[in-house]
Structure formats: structure tokens, C-alpha cells
T-cell receptor, first 111, second 115 residues
Framework: KNEVEQSPQNLTAQEGEFITINCSYSVGISALHWLQQHPGGGIVSLFMLSSGKKKHGRLIATINIQEKHSSLHITASHPRDSAVYICAAASRAVNTGKLIFGQGTTLQVKP | DTGVSQDPRHKITKRGQNVTFRCDPISEHNRLYWYRQTLGQGPEFLTYFQNEAQLEKSRLLSDRFSAERPKGSFSTLEIQRTEQGDSAMYLC?????????????FGPGTRLTVL
């Protein structure tokens, strides 16, 4: 079992739909990261959170430390949101900041 | 552009050849990470530098792999005697020293194809 698991692996939505991507982790964390990867490889950090909830534009990230679970929500989805979304855990056990990644969720938003 | 840069962006090589990749982190960042990503998977940690010191290496990093960060600025990742299983995207990321919760900034990656 991977230390960071995401679901679903693939997601297709119609433009305007509300989208949720889930992430569960089994390690103690100092922070949970949500990242976006477009075709061609570039990775961009969306959120880094250790408690509660963060919002940036149409994106919302939440985390429940007790349940070791995080969600990424996209409101009013748009075709330009199509990308791979990856959650990654920064382990509390080591103070290096290295990330343990989930396998990614491939999102396609159709017009 | 003051982001993380990687060179080359693409590398095609024949099995058995040596390859070297370079990463230039954001200038004030003293933490540097190398990750490897195969098709359809999330990245996997390879190694970590704080300044010039290599503080952690993954078990994925066999003795054919070596990484350096000689002056605490740019870093190189060398793969000797490449194998087809080494084909992957090699990603570099950097962050500021501080709590382990710092945001990591990723380079565009070097895509390696071993024929």
C-alpha cells in the first residue's frame, strides 16, 4: 500500500461542474501539498497546508489531520483546469522537506 | 526568469552510455531535491541537498547514480551505464531553508529516453 493514495485516478467533467479529488496518507506529516502538472511535465505548487482549509480563486484545499485525509475542490471547472493533480506529503519523521507523492489524478474538463 | 531551470530538457541516449543533467535552483534557495517520474506515476524522491551537503539518498539511487552540488548552488545528476529502466522524467526542485513545510519550486524536468 502506498503511503499517499489519491482517488480517483482519472476524472472527466463537464465545464462548470464542481470537482473533488481525494488524498489519504498513512505517514505523520508536517504539511500536505497539492500540485498541478500540465502535459510536458512542469509542476506548480497550488497549496501547502497543515491544518484547516485554504482557498485560491476557484480552488479550495482542505485537510483533516485526525483522519489523515485531504481534498482538493475546483468550483466552476473550466477546460483550462485539465491537468494532473498530485498530492504529496512532507513527512514529519524527517526534517528534510522531501515529498512523498500520490500517483496523481488526471482531470479532463470538457467544454 | 528566476525560476528553477534544468538542462537539457530532453536527452536520448543508447543503453550503456553515461548522461549528466544539470539543475539551477532559485538563487536564495539552499534546499535542492531530485525526483524521478515515470509515465503515469507520481514523482519519487531520489536525493536531497542542503547547501553542498547531500543529506539523504533514496534506495532507488543505485550506485550508477551520483549527484553533486559542489558550491551549494547548481546541482548535477549523473547516471552511468544507462539502462532502459532509467527512462523517465528527472525533476529538480528547490526551497528555502526553514521549516520542512517550505513550498518547493519545480524545474521543467529533463526527459531521458534510453534506447
Amino acid at each position: 500500500k502506498n503511503e499517499v493514495e489519491q482517488s480517483p485516478q482519472n476524472l472527466t467533467a463537464q465545464e462548470g461542474e464542481f470537482i473533488t479529488i481525494n488524498c489519504s496518507y498513512s505517514v505523520g506529516i508536517s504539511a500536505l501539498h497539492w500540485l498541478q502538472q500540465h502535459p510536458g511535465g512542469g509542476i506548480v505548487s497550488l497549496f501547502m497546508l497543515s491544518s484547516g482549509k485554504k482557498k485560491h480563486g476557484r480552488l479550495i484545499a482542505t485537510i483533516n489531520i485526525q483522519e489523515k485525509h485531504s481534498s482538493l475542490h475546483i468550483t466552476a471547472s473550466h477546460p483550462r483546469d485539465s491537468a494532473v493533480y498530485i498530492c504529496a506529503a512532507a513527512s514529519r519523521a524527517v526534517n528534510t522537506g522531501k515529498l512523498i507523492f500520490g500517483q496523481g489524478t488526471t482531470l479532463q474538463v470538457k467544454p | 526568469d528566476t525560476g528553477v531551470s534544468q538542462d537539457p530538457r530532453h536527452k536520448i541516449t543508447k543503453r550503456g552510455q553515461n548522461v549528466t543533467f544539470r539543475c539551477d535552483p532559485i538563487s536564495e534557495h539552499n534546499r535542492l531535491y531530485w525526483y524521478r517520474q515515470t509515465l503515469g506515476q507520481g514523482p519519487e524522491f531520489l536525493t536531497y541537498f542542503q547547501n553542498e551537503a547531500q543529506l539523504e539518498k533514496s534506495r532507488l539511487l543505485s550506485d550508477r547514480f551520483s549527484a553533486e552540488r559542489p558550491k551549494g548552488s547548481f546541482s548535477t545528476l549523473e547516471i552511468q551505464r544507462t539502462e532502459q529502466g532509467d527512462s523517465a522524467m528527472y525533476l529538480c526542485a528547490s526551497s528555502r531553508r526553514g521549516p520542512s513545510t517550505d513550498t518547493q519550486y519545480f524545474g521543467p524536468g529533463t526527459r531521458l529516453t534510453v534506447l
